[in-house]
């Protein structure tokens, strides 16, 4: 086999694995990966003659190169149904929705109530000392989500404000 026939049919195979590759790392390259398949495999069934080429030699090539291009065909096809099928689970899942908040309890209305009041003498009194901090986890354990996320943007509101002046962390 002459040199420049080797590395054709050497560049077709490299190019039959490239595509195959490609196309697993890009799902919108269907098109273009058919293209370029119809293309090597219109220029494998018409070979360019070529002068003192060793038949077994060609045929292995070929051989090698239809295998490669059959390889990425039935990739190309197998990922096009797997996407499919994906889309088809996706469509028919039903995601649930989140169930509403429960109302607050007596206990933790009171809780938030207790943790109102302390905040609102912290600030008559200018300072946010260690035992109103304690005091005030023991509230914030108690109360619901939305009050203890409401209670901590005040408090943090009121420091920054200079309400408050805290004696150290402030909860």
């Known amino acids: 086999m002459t040199a420049p026939r080797l590395l054709a049919v050497a560049a077709l195979?490299?190019?039959?694995?490239?595509?195959?590759?490609?196309?697993?790392?890009?799902?919108?390259?269907?098109?273009?990966?058919?293209?370029?398949l119809q293309r090597m495999e219109t220029a494998l069934?018409?070979?360019?003659?070529?002068s003192g080429a060793a038949a077994g030699d060609h045929q292995q090539l070929e051989t090698a190169v239809a295998f490669q291009l059959r390889t990425a065909?039935?990739?190309?096809?197998?990922?096009?149904?797997?996407?499919?099928?994906?889309?088809a689970l996706a469509a028919s899942v039903a995601v649930p929705a989140a169930p509403p908040p429960s109302?607050?309890?007596?206990?933790?209305?009171?809780?938030?109530?207790?943790?109102?009041?302390l905040m609102a003498r912290g600030v008559e009194q200018g300072r946010w000392t260690e035992d109103s901090r304690r005091e005030m986890g023991?509230?914030?354990?108690?109360?619901?989500?939305?009050?203890?996320?409401?209670?901590?943007?005040?408090?943090?509101?009121?420091?920054?404000?200079?309400?408050?002046?805290?004696?150290g962390p402030i909860l």
Do not use: C
């Open 13 to 36: 195979l490299a190019a039959a694995g490239w595509i195959g590759w490609t196309y697993r790392s890009s799902w919108r390259s269907a098109d273009r990966l058919e293209q370029r």
């Open 45 to 50: 069934a018409n070979p360019a003659p070529s």
């Open 73 to 87: 065909h039935q990739g190309a096809e197998a990922l096009g149904r797997i996407q499919e099928r994906l889309d």
């Open 103 to 117: 109302p607050p309890t007596a206990e933790q209305l009171a809780a938030a109530s207790a943790a109102r009041a």
């Open 138 to 167: 023991r509230f914030l354990n108690e109360m619901d989500h939305d009050a203890r996320d409401e209670l901590a943007r005040a408090l943090v509101a009121a420091v920054n404000a200079g309400k408050l002046t805290p004696e």
